[in-house]
C-alpha cells in the first residue's frame, strides 16, 4: 500500500478553517496544533500516531479550525474514501454515535454556519439514527425483558428414527415483546450477540435445561445452542458445569450445537471442541451443509453429531441433487460412527427417506413443534 507522506517546517499552516476537507491526518512525526483562527484560541496540541481534521471529511463540510505545524511534522495523509467506505460499513450505532457526536463537537465551535447542509452524514443521519437508536431501545428493553422473565425457552423434541421414541429435545428461546409481539429468535439472539446479553440469554437457557433433565428420564438429553461469546468465556462454561453438578445432572446429557458458520477459525473450534469435552460435554455440528468449511476440516474436528441443515430436508424431493448429498452425508457419518440428526422433517415421507438413509435422530413438526416445560413432561418417553 503507498501512502502520502506530506512534510511541513515547524509554524507551517496544514490547513486554514474555511478550506475543503479532502483527507484526514495521522501524526509520523512531530506535533500538530489546533486553533481557531478567528480568535487564536488553541483547541489542541496533537502528538505522534494521533489522527486530525477527520470531522470536516465525515461530514463533507469546510475545516471548521485551523491546524498547525508545533514543531517539523511529518504527516500521512488518509483519503476521504478510506473514512467514508468504513463509515457505510459500519454498524448503524456506531454510525449513530459519530453523527451525534459530531454535532455536539461542532455545535461547541465557532463559525458552525460553514457545515454544509447536504453533508454525506446530513443526508443519511436522520434513517441512521433512526435505525441505530431503535437498536438501542430494542437491546434496553432485552435486557429488561431478560430480569423480568419474559424471555421464555421452549423444547422442541428430537425422536429416535428407528424406534420414534423421544430421545431427547432442542431448547429455543422465545420472546414475546410487550408491544411488537413475538420477535423472532433470528433477530434477538443476533441482537444479543452484539453485546453481553448473549451471556444472561445463555444463563437462562442452561438453568431452565437442567431444571427440565431434572424432571426427565435419565437417558434424555437436551441440545442447546451456544454461541462464540459463550465458548469463548471460561467463566460462563464453568458457572454451566458446577450448574449441572449442583443438580447432580449428567454433563453428556446437555449437548452444545456449534452452527457450521462459527467455525471460520479451524484453531479456535478445535480449543472450544476440546474445552466442552474436557467438561463433558457432547458437541454438535448445526445447520450442517450450509457453512462454507471444507467438509475434511469440518471432520477432523470430530463433532459427536452432526445435525444436517432443513434446507437439505426440504428440497430433497425437489432436486436430485439434495437427495445425493443426503446419501454421501449418511454414509460419511456411518463409516465415521458419528452420530446424523435431520432437522425440519414436516411429511411422513421425508421421515420414511431418512429412515431409510439411516439417520438417528429428526427433528421437525412432523414430531413435535417446539412447547413448553409443562407440555414436554406430558409426553411419553
Ligand atoms: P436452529 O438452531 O437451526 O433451530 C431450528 C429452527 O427451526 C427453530 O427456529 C425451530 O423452531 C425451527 N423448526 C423446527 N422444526 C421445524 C420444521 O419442521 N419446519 C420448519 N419450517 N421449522 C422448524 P427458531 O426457534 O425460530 O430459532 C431460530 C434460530 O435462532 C435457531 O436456529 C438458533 O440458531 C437461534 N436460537 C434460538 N434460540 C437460541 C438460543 O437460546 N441461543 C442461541 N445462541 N441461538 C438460539
Ligand atoms: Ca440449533
Ligand atoms: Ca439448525
Known amino acids: 500500500m503507498s501512502y502520502d507522506i506530506k512534510k511541513y517546517q515547524q509554524g507551517e499552516i496544514v490547513f486554514h478553517g474555511g478550506d475543503s476537507s479532502d483527507c484526514a491526518y495521522i501524526i509520523e512525526q512531530g506535533q500538530v496544533e489546533i486553533f481557531v483562527a478567528s480568535n487564536q484560541t488553541i483547541i489542541d496540541i496533537l502528538n505522534e500516531g494521533e489522527l486530525f481534521g477527520e470531522m470536516g471529511v465525515l461530514d463533507q463540510s469546510p475545516r471548521s479550525t485551523s491546524a498547525r505545524a508545533l514543531t517539523p511534522l511529518t504527516l ?27 454535532k455536539r463537537f461542532r455545535s461547541m465551535l465557532p463559525n458552525q454556519g460553514m457545515v454544509s447542509k447536504n453533508s454525506l452524514l446530513d443526508q443519511v443521519a436522520s434513517v441512521i439514527e433512526q435505525a441505530g ?17 419474559e424471555v421464555q425457552t421452549v423444547f422442541q423434541p428430537i425422536s429416535n428414527i428407528s424406534s420414534q421414541k423421544i430421545a431427547g429435545f432442542e431448547a429455543l428461546s422465545r420472546w414475546t415483546h410487550h408491544e411488537r409481539g413475538f420477535i423472532s429468535p433470528v433477530e434477538f439472539i443476533a441482537l ?11 444463563d437462562l437457557v442452561f438453568t431452565r435445561a437442567i431444571e427440565l433433565l431434572e424432571r426427565l428420564p435419565e437417558h434424555v438429553f437436551i441440545n442447546i445452542n451456544v454461541s462464540s461469546k459463550q465458548l469463548d468465556d471460561d467463566e460462563f462454561l464453568n458457572r ?14 446437555l449437548k452444545l450445537e456449534i452452527t457450521e458458520t462459527m467455525v471460520v477459525d479451524f484453531k479456535l473450534a478445535k480449543k472450544w471442541l476440546d474445552k466442552c469435552r474436557a467438561i463433558g460435554f457432547p458437541v454438535c455440528a448445526d445447520d450442517f451443509g450450509t457453512g462454507h468449511s471444507g467438509m475434511e476440516q469440518l471432520l477432523e474436528l470430530d463433532f459427536d453429531v452432526l ?23 449418511a454414509q460419511m457419518a456411518q463409516a ?15 421421515f420414511q427417506m431418512l429412515k431409510k438413509l439411516g439417520f438417528d435422530f429428526g427433528q421437525g413438526y412432523f414430531f413435535g413443534k417446539p412447547m413448553s416445560e409443562e407440555n414436554a413432561l406430558k409426553l411419553s418417553f
Open 307 to 329: 445435525k444436517v441443515d432443513q434446507v437439505f430436508i426440504r428440497n430433497m424431493f425437489k432436486s436430485k441433487r439434495y437427495e445425493i448429498i443426503l446419501q454421501s452425508i
Open 192 to 202: 444479543a450477540e452484539e453485546t453481553d446479553l448473549i451471556i444472561e440469554v445463555g
Open 133 to 149: 437508536l431503535s437498536k438501542f431501545k430494542l437491546e434496553s428493553e432485552l435486557r429488561g425483558a431478560i430480569v423480568e422473565g
Open 240 to 253: 454451566v458445569k458446577a450448574k449441572a453438578k449442583a443438580h447432580a445432572i449428567n454433563p453428556s446429557r
Open 336 to 350: 465415521l460412527e458419528t452420530k446424523l440428526v435431520a432437522e425440519g422433517i414436516e411429511s411422513d415421507e421425508e
Open 76 to 102: 500521512i495523509e488518509v483519503k476521504t474514501q478510506q473514512i467514508t467506505n468504513r463509515l457505510s460499513e459500519s454498524d448503524p450505532i456506531v454510525k449513530a454515535l459519530v453523527g451525534v457526536l459530531l
